[in-house]
């Protein structure tokens, strides 16, 4: 059973910053892909970003330039750096996890983590 410990959101005003990060345990296998997905009320969850075991780096273009993704492999951990948010921004942001057993992708998600960007 993977575990999530996520930490950093909060209420931040415009142009502010915030640093999430994301602890998976409870697999003795590596995840493959770590990254953070958002969802805003009535909107669909999307992916935010992503990061591989190996450093490639997927982000939605609407974060491109102000949010960086990080990843510690040794400590299944994942951060995400939030730099000049925007109320667009406010969402729940979960983490996820994602590792291939024999080709099949097993996802994991933590509980997420409310991000309210207003001033």
Known sequence: QVQFVESGGGLVQPGGSLRLSCAAS???ASMDIMGWYRQAPGKQRELVADITSGGTINYLD?????????RDNAKNTVYLQMNSL?????A???????????????????QGTQVTVSS
Do not use: H, M, Q
Not at 86 to 90: F, R, S, V, Y
Not at 92 to 110: D, E, H, I, M, Q
């Open 26 to 28: 409870g697999s003795s």
């Open 62 to 70: 609407r974060v491109k330039g102000r949010f960086t993704i990080s």
């Open 86 to 90: 925007k109320p667009e921004d406010t």
């Open 92 to 110: 729940v942001y979960y983490c996820n996890a994602r590792r291939y057993s024999f080709g099949t992708p097993l996802n994991y998600w933590g």
